[in-house]
């Protein structure tokens, strides 16, 4: 029997505990989000307070704000202006189709990264990934409920833009955080996205109290999530991080039972079980290459 060494134990002790954190924080978005649009919360003040929200969060975690240089800003920007889109398209579209849809139509994401990063040799795709993919999409089908297929055919397609903005932004990352530590690309993100979304507040009603709390638990949120994705990315990558952030679809589904006294019908359970069968089946063959910096 091989025995891991204690750096790989190490390893993979620390990609658990992030993936957790970021499975949690971000299956409690959209629910945060529905219960901010019931109180009357506008969509493009939950954009802005999000973002300011997360930088402030973020900025003085990151103790000294170091500059990352010319090179790098260029790559971080762009991945900044994927995060902004890919955020503002869901933002939108949870005002337009239910949160379970949106997040079953998500599901598809990892399919996208891992073909890009087939593409660019990171990846090499077996037969095993494929198939756990495929009771990944079969599970999250069955998550579905019928009523939840109805919703505004803009909205559905704010979500496929979203999946693909998404898949650029992963894939940009990991070759990101192998030359940059997480927790600076994510203060750098927040911040950019904080500036592009202020000049949104010219277009929203006056802010009040329910728009602080709902932004400022959406950005809590959504910086710890992206902490901890960036974090578990840089170590396994971005194809092997968007398989197992799938289990956010059937957490979402635990959580809207409590949250918004939602029930659980006896196919949608099978949903979930198939899902995470289908993410322990997927496998994926890490290519070795050389820090890709121009990616």
Do not use: H
């Not at 973020?58 to 995060?83: D, N, Q, Y």
């Not at 090499?124 to 009523?147: D, H, N, P, Q």
């Not at 901890?228 to 979402?252: C, D, K």
């Amino acid at each position: 029997m091989k025995l891991l060494s204690t750096s790989t134990l190490k390893s993979d002790a620390f990609v658990t505990v992030w993936l957790t954190a970021a499975i949690f924080a971000a299956s409690a978005e959209p629910i945060i989000i529905k219960l901010g649009y019931a109180a009357g919360v506008a969509p493009l003040q939950i954009i802005v307070l999000k973002n300011c929200f997360a930088a402030a969060l973020l900025l003085p975690l990151a103790r000294a704000f170091s500059w990352v240089g010319v090179e790098k800003l260029p790559r971080i920007i762009l991945i900044a202006l994927m995060l902004f889109s890919t955020n503002s398209l869901i933002v939108l579209s949870l005002t337009m189709v239910p949160a379970v849809l949106v997040m079953t139509l998500v599901t598809t994401t990892p399919a996208l990264v891992a073909i890009i990063n087939s593409s660019l040799g990171r990846d090499k795709l077996t037969r095993k990934f494929w198939i756990g993919f495929s009771l990944c999409l079969t599970g999250a089908m069955m998550m579905l409920e019928v009523r939840s297929l109805s919703g505004n055919p803009l909205g559905i397609l704010a979500v496929l833009a979203s999946v693909i903005t998404s898949s650029i932004y992963r894939v940009q990352l990991e070759s990101a955080t192998a030359i940059t530590k997480p927790l600076t690309i994510s203060s750098y993100l927040f911040l950019f996205n904080a500036l592009l979304s202020l000049p949104l507040l010219f277009f929203t009603p006056p802010l009040a109290t329910d728009a602080f709390k709902v932004g400022a638990a959406v950005g809590t949120a959504a910086a710890l999530a992206n902490v901890a994705f960036l974090s578990a990315l840089s170590i396994i990558g971005s194809t092997r991080v968007s398989m197992i952030t799938l289990l956010q679809r059937p957490l979402l589904l635990i959580l809207a039972t409590f949250v918004l006294n939602e029930k659980l019908a006896p196919i949608q359970i099978a949903g979930i079980f198939i899902t995470i069968v289908g993410i322990q089946i997927a496998q994926i063959k890490r290519q070795k290459l050389p820090l890709d910096r121009g990616s």
